[in-house]
C-alpha cells in the first residue's frame, strides 16, 4: 500500500514542466534568431486581445510554483518584480523559481493537505484546504498558463511538440 504524497503530487511536478519551459524558451530563442524576428514581437504575443501576452503567461506559471510551494510549506510567498522583457530574463526567472521550489523541505510540505490556505486579499480572498488548493486551484492555474505559453509559441510556427511541454520525467 502506498501512501499519498503532497511533496510528490507539486514539486515534482512543477519541476518539470518549468524544466520544460526553459528548453521551450531556447527553442524560441532560436527560432527569432534564425528567422529573424524581432524578440519582442513573440514576447508581447497574445494567443486573442484579451489573453495575456508571452511573457505574462511564463511570469503567473512561476507565480503559482512558488506560491504552492511556499504556501503548501508554511513559508512567505516570495515576491518577485514582474520586469521580465528578454528570453534571458525569463529563464532567469523560471531558474529563480526552481531553485526556490528545491529549498522548501520535503518535510515541510509532507502532511499539508489539511493545512489552512489564504490567497489574495480584500474581495479576492480565498480560502483553502492544502489539498483542495493544489488540486483545485494550485495545478490548474499553472497548467493553464504553461499550456497557453506553449500554445503561443506553437501558434507562431516554433517546432516544438507534445513532448517537448512534458519535458523529462
Known sequence: MTTFSMYTASIP?????LGAQLALLEKAEAHVAEKKID??????????PDMLNFTRQIQIACDFAKGAAARLGGQDVPSYDDNETSFAELRARI??????IESVPRSAIEGSEGRA????????????????YLFHYALPHFYFHATTAYDILRHNGIEIGKKDFIGNY
Do not use: W
Open 13 to 17: 511536478v512543477f519541476k518539470q514542466i
Open 117 to 132: 490556505i489564504t490567497t489574495g486579499s480584500g474581495e479576492k480572498t480565498k480560502h483553502f484546504m492544502g489539498a483542495v
Open 39 to 48: 524578440p519582442q514581437a513573440l514576447l508581447q504575443y497574445r494567443l486573442y
Open 95 to 100: 531558474e529563480k523559481t526552481l531553485h526556490f
